[in-house]
Structures are given as structure tokens and as C-alpha cells.
């Protein structure tokens, strides 16, 4: 059985993948700021290390096969030239090809889409471009469509091959992102009401997804989408996140259509006000059209190249 390095190991899909793996039976590295916890798998090699800082010849002499490269700041800001994410993401692909490593599994997110330019009711799937205007989407988002470009770029090197997974919102019996539910503020909740789906993929089911990726080794600089059979309708999904918890209290239903005018109101007023670095992702066109807009979404090529099959009720 191969051997992989994970990035991110202790994250929340990273303790995931690490667990699965070991138990289908492959080597695994697992990378990580944090040192290793005191329960885990004895058969892991641990490699404690900020991915920015990793000496490019860390990987070398270690047999890996695969990197599935998770490591990501959620909570970026600045300039995407300054972005954590993209100078460890670099580094890695410096050290991956000091070491021989011709094989990548990176791991973007459906954030980098264009979903202001689609009409609402729209498909989503991998033929939609990615956004092109920094300024209106969250900066999140712009270090992940510039990370694809690093990815694109270690794919077409003579003898790499890597594949580009973009996962939806995903979600465990205890987690989910509420990213989707509206402009939520601490007691300020604007809850969207909308006939779209929400693109959740549970976890379980995306770390299959990954798994069949790095099992396929004739695939080479595919953008692959993750979302569950079953997603869930705007409601459905509010009501998952109060069930966890993560939407205490009450809210207002709002249309959609209502909260992008009071959205696009909010981005006038803060402009004028002299703010308009500090307007959040939610408010961004791009931001508020990803998360507030409805869709439909699409797992046809996952299923078609990868051979997924996910099944399984949204819960």
C-alpha cells in the first residue's frame, strides 16, 4: 500500500482522512503546526512543522507517495502575495520536487466560482469559471482560486499529476459551517429564505472522494467537485444547524432578493464611510451571490471519473 503525507493533519477533515487511511491501510505522514497528540495512531510519522518554514528537504528520503494538501488559514487577510496559505503552498511544491514526489491532491473549494455572473437557478459544476474580480469576493476566496494556479501549474510538469478537489460545506454529526444561512452578527440574524440547494458534502463521504484520488493515478489536472447526493433546501439546512446548536434563538426569514439590496446598500454606506476594505465576505457581491444565491449543484464528474458513489441522506 502507498504512503501518503497529509498537510493539515490535526484539521477538522485532516483528522479524518489521517484515521480512514491508516484503517484502509496505507503508510501515512501526517504534517501539522501541532505536536502530536498523545492519542494518536502509533503507526503515524509525525511531522511537526508550519508548512512556511519547512526546510525543502524535509520530504526527501521519506518514500512518499502522494500528498493530499489540506493545509490551509481560514482566516486570511492582506494581500494574496502575503497569504500563509500560498507561501506554505509553494514550499511544499519546492520540497515535493526535491524529494521526487510526482504526485498531488489539492484540496481548493467551490468558494472560487463565479456565482455572480450566473443566473439564480443556475447548475453549478466544473465548467462554471472561477471569479475574476478580487474586490468582490472574500479573500478566502481569492487565495484559493490563485492556490488552483499552483496546483494547475505542478500539473503540467512533465511526469506530475494532480487532481483538484472542491468541496462543498462539510459537515459531521456535531459541525457545520453556517456560512450559507444568512447575515448572522451575534444576536443580528437575517436568515435567507430561497428555493436553492446548499452544496454540503458530509465528511465521511468527502474523505472517500480523496481516497479514490489518490488510488487513480491516470488522472491529471481535473478540477473534481464534492457535494452530496442529497442536499439539503434552504430551510432544511437552517433547521440542521439549529439542531447543533450553531443558530441559537430566533431569526427573521428574509428573500433573497431582499437581503442582496440591503447587501448592496450596506457596501454603499460603507464605501462612503471610507471602509470599503473593511466590507465583510458576506456583503461582497461575490461573497453574498456564493452564499445567499440559489443554485443547484452538481456531482456528476466525481461520480463519472472517480467512480464515487456517496449516497447516504443528508442529516
Given at each position: 500500500?502507498?504512503k501518503?503525507?497529509?498537510?493539515g493533519?490535526?484539521?477538522?477533515?485532516?483528522?479524518?482522512?489521517?484515521?480512514e487511511?491508516?484503517?484502509?491501510?496505507?503508510?501515512?505522514v501526517?504534517m501539522?503546526?501541532?505536536?502530536?497528540?498523545s492519542?494518536?495512531?502509533?503507526r503515524l510519522?509525525?511531522?511537526c512543522?508550519d508548512?512556511c518554514e519547512?526546510?525543502?528537504?524535509m520530504?526527501?528520503?521519506?518514500?512518499?507517495?502522494v500528498?493530499?494538501?489540506l493545509?490551509?488559514?481560514m482566516?486570511?487577510?492582506?494581500r494574496?502575495a502575503e497569504?500563509?496559505?500560498l507561501?506554505?503552498t509553494?514550499?511544499?511544491?519546492?520540497a515535493?520536487?526535491?524529494a521526487?514526489?510526482h504526485r498531488?491532491?489539492?484540496v481548493?473549494s467551490l468558494?472560487?466560482?463565479d456565482?455572480h455572473?450566473m443566473p439564480?437557478?443556475?447548475?453549478?459544476d466544473?465548467?462554471?469559471?472561477?471569479a475574476?474580480n478580487?474586490a468582490?469576493?472574500?479573500?478566502?476566496?481569492?487565495?484559493?482560486a490563485?492556490?488552483?494556479?499552483f496546483?494547475l501549474?505542478?500539473?503540467?510538469?512533465p511526469?506530475?499529476?494532480?487532481?483538484?478537489?472542491?468541496?462543498?460545506?462539510?459537515?459531521?454529526?456535531e459541525?457545520?459551517?453556517?456560512?450559507?444561512?444568512?447575515?448572522?452578527?451575534g444576536?443580528?440574524?437575517?436568515?435567507a429564505s430561497?428555493?436553492?440547494e446548499?452544496?454540503?458534502i458530509?465528511?465521511?463521504?468527502?474523505v472517500?472522494?480523496m481516497?479514490?484520488a489518490?488510488?487513480?493515478?491516470?488522472?491529471?489536472?481535473e478540477?473534481v467537485?464534492a457535494?452530496?447526493?442529497?442536499?439539503?433546501?434552504q430551510?432544511?439546512y437552517?433547521d440542521?444547524?439549529?439542531?447543533?446548536g450553531?443558530?441559537?434563538g430566533?431569526?427573521?426569514?428574509?428573500?433573497?432578493?431582499?437581503?442582496?439590496?440591503?447587501?448592496l446598500?450596506?457596501?454603499?454606506?460603507l464605501?462612503?464611510?471610507?471602509?470599503?476594505r473593511?466590507?465583510?465576505?458576506?456583503l461582497r457581491?461575490q461573497?453574498?451571490a456564493?452564499?445567499?444565491?440559489?443554485f443547484r449543484?452538481s456531482n456528476a464528474?466525481?461520480?463519472?471519473?472517480?467512480?464515487?458513489?456517496?449516497g447516504?441522506?443528508?442529516?
Open positions: 500500500m502507498m501518503l503525507l497529509v498537510t493533519a490535526r484539521g477538522f477533515i485532516g483528522t479524518y482522512l489521517v484515521e487511511a491508516l484503517r484502509r491501510g496505507y503508510e501515512v501526517a501539522s503546526r501541532s505536536e502530536m497528540p492519542t494518536a495512531d502509533k510519522e509525525w511531522l512543522c508548512l519547512m526546510p525543502e528537504d520530504l526527501v528520503g521519506r518514500d512518499i507517495s500528498v493530499v494538501h493545509a490551509a488559514k482566516s486570511e487577510s492582506g494574496a497569504s500563509p496559505t507561501q506554505g509553494g514550499r511544499l511544491l519546492r515535493m520536487e526535491m521526487g514526489i498531488l491532491i489539492g481548493s468558494s472560487v466560482l456565482y455572473a439564480s437557478g443556475s447548475m453549478i466544473e465548467t462554471v469559471p472561477v475574476g478580487a468582490h469576493m472574500g479573500n478566502y476566496a481569492v487565495v484559493k490563485e492556490q488552483e494556479q496546483f501549474g505542478f500539473s503540467r510538469q511526469g506530475r499529476q494532480c487532481v483538484i478537489l472542491r468541496p462543498g460545506l462539510v459537515y459531521d454529526g459541525r457545520m459551517i453556517d456560512a450559507h444561512a444568512g447575515i448572522i452578527k444576536p443580528f440574524r437575517l436568515l430561497h428555493d436553492g446548499v452544496p454540503v458530509h465528511v465521511d463521504r468527502l472517500d472522494l481516497l479514490l489518490v488510488e487513480n493515478s491516470n488522472i491529471n489536472g478540477i467537485h457535494v452530496d447526493d442529497s442536499r439539503p433546501g430551510k432544511d437552517i440542521a444547524l439549529r439542531r447543533r450553531l443558530i441559537p430566533a431569526g427573521v426569514y428574509i428573500h433573497w432578493r431582499v437581503l442582496a439590496i440591503l447587501s446598500v450596506a457596501r454603499a454606506v464605501r462612503l464611510l471610507g471602509k470599503g473593511d466590507i465583510p465576505e458576506a457581491a461573497g453574498f456564493a452564499r445567499l444565491k440559489p449543484f464528474k466525481a461520480r463519472r471519473l472517480l467512480h464515487w458513489a456517496p447516504a441522506e443528508f442529516d
